[in-house]
């Protein structure tokens, strides 16, 4: 009977170590950006919109994960709406562009989110989709990693370049296996999608 009674004791110690480590999200993080600065959503020549997921917690690596969508946030307000908006207020046209950040994965050793960006400028509209992994433990904890890494093909202590290379390839493998799922099934048969087109919509 003790040796039952500590059997349980401690899996419940474990069980509470995990759940304590374990990550949460808790709301979101978004923002709407106008150009004219001045302008509203109904009179604006562009809208800009980002909802991305927040992770709730004070811990380091909670904090990190936050700070880079909060950057993804500011970088667009600073560059991406000047540009668009002014580009459109020049020709004279209405656009905009929606970002939806939505979690895909989340336990103890990884947080995947998967990005949609509609851009519309006024001419026809695109759609790009892009993943962003985050490592929740070691060295890389809160930090995005790379799909080589997560292949293990490589490990931190590779330089930027030949990481950029890798991932290079290891996205351009990702994308020959969807094209292929997309022919087998006939999906594309009677659209207009090319490989090209995948090309700029999709990053693993």
Not at 165 to 190: F, P, Y
């Amino acid at each position: 009977m003790k040796r039952m009674t500590g059997l349980l004791a401690a899996l419940l110690c474990v069980a509470l170590c995990f759940s304590a480590l374990a990550l949460e999200t808790d709301g979101t993080l978004s923002a709407v950006y106008l150009w004219p600065e001045d302008s509203t959503e109904a009179d604006a020549c562009f809208v800009y919109s980002a909802v991305y997921p927040r992770m709730a917690g004070e811990d380091d690596v909670s904090l990190t994960i936050n700070e880079t969508f909060s950057y993804l946030l500011e970088d667009a307000g600073a560059f991406t709406v000047p540009i668009f908006g002014e580009m459109l207020e020049a020709a004279g046209t209405r656009g905009g562009m929606t970002v939806t950040g939505t979690v895909t994965l989340l336990n103890e050793d990884y947080l995947s989110v998967l990005v949609v960006t509609e851009t519309d400028t006024g001419s026809g509209v695109k759609h790009v989709r892009a993943g962003y992994t985050f490592a929740l433990t070691g060295e890389d904890a809160g930090n995005v990693t790379t799909l080589p890494r997560l292949l293990g093909i490589l490990s931190r202590d590779d330089d930027t370049w030949l990481e950029d290379r890798q991932t290079d390839k290891a996205n351009r493998l990702a994308r020959e296996l969807v094209w292929e799922r997309l022919e087998d099934s006939g999906a594309i048969d009677d659209s207009d999608l090319t490989e090209e087109d995948l090309e700029t919509a999709f990053y693993p």
